[in-house]
């Protein structure tokens, strides 16, 4: 009997035993899936059904008369298309480039060890931490010539002194270059700052005994080592400017006339204004498209180094 005893505990104690396992395994599933579904209906969801009402005749309200390919022969026959792709060429282009040359020369700056390091990353970083709308708000008061950088000059003095860029209909895409980069490029600093601290100390060392100067250093071997910073930064930037609506809406609204205009703000106007659904809906197709574009093959490259 003192030999049953234990037998019979240990067998009474396996259906609980694996009862825990089984409710351990099961519930970081069960708090997820309710995320899960959300994220299933209410983002690729609605996703695909902005897909499907591109090709039906949607107006005000989604309708389900099929129209086929017609929505997008209109939309690459409007105008306005065709200024909201060239606007965002011109924006994502200086954008990228600016943002990425700005803050590789920050991060090489701070990669100094200077001093106040923390403090001065701190500041560079804080515009991130505003929502586009504040800092379109901010930066239409300080580019307004009535109110702004232009009338603050011309008080001291400077009677001559004129910057109505926000005002001008071929300088006011540039506004928003200057303020999309004001915010964005202490993120960027941040990217690259890291991948310079990545960097084996042995190596850079090694090339400063051959005499290697401070520019064929950063040449040859800093910056070819950054290339997974610079292709991480393009991504983010590409696919933030392809997006961008907030920062627009609040700095110009899309003016002056359509000077301004990016495919996410006419996708907008034409979907809750213009009362044009089904074009509306093939902007966004044609925009997610472009974000996939870019994000598909960087997915693909990131997973393929890892194997």
Not at 9 to 17: H, K, T
Not at 84 to 104: E, P
Not at 118 to 137: E, H, K, Q, W
Not at 158 to 170: A, L, M, P, V, Y
Request: with cysteine.
């Amino acid at each position: 009997m003192t030999q049953i005893a234990p037998d019979v505990r240990e067998v009474s104690a396996r259906p609980q035993n694996a009862g825990r396992d089984w409710l351990r395994e099961a519930l970081p599933k069960i708090v997820l899936s309710p995320s899960l579904a959300m994220v299933l209906i209410f983002v690729y969801g609605f996703i695909i059904f902005t897909f499907y009402l591109s090709f039906t005749d949607s107006r005000i309200l989604p309708s389900y008369g099929w129209e086929g390919w017609s929505n997008y022969s209109k939309l690459f026959r409007i105008r306005a298309w065709d200024t909201a792709v060239s606007n965002l060429l011109i924006f994502g282009s200086l954008y990228i480039v600016i943002c990425c040359a700005l803050g590789l020369a920050l991060a090489i700056l701070l990669d100094q060890k200077i001093r106040a390091e923390g403090f001065i990353r701190t500041v560079y970083l804080y515009p991130m931490a505003l929502s586009f709308i504040v800092t379109g708000t901010a930066w239409k008061w300080f580019l307004d010539p009535g109110i702004g950088l232009q009338a603050v000059v011309r008080s001291w003095g400077w009677e001559s002194f004129t910057f109505d860029w926000i005002k001008d209909g071929d300088m006011a895409i540039y506004t928003i270059v200057i303020a999309a980069v004001w915010q964005t490029s202490g993120f960027v600093m941040a990217m690259f700052l890291a991948g310079l601290r990545g960097i084996d100390n042995e190596v850079l060392k090694a090339a400063q005994i051959d005499g290697a100067s401070n520019w064929a250093l950063y040449r040859r071997i800093v910056i070819p080592q950054l290339r997974p910073a610079f292709m991480s930064a393009f991504v983010v930037l590409a696919h933030m400017a392809i997006k961008s609506y907030d920062l627009v809406i609040a700095l110009t609204g899309g003016g002056p006339g359509t000077a301004t205009e990016l495919p996410a703000t006419f996708m907008y106007s034409y979907t809750f204004t213009r009362n044009q659904m089904g074009i509306g809906a093939a902007s966004a197709t044609i925009m997610l498209m472009a974000i996939a574009a870019i994000m598909v093959p960087y997915i693909y490259s990131e997973l393929r180094e890892k194997k």
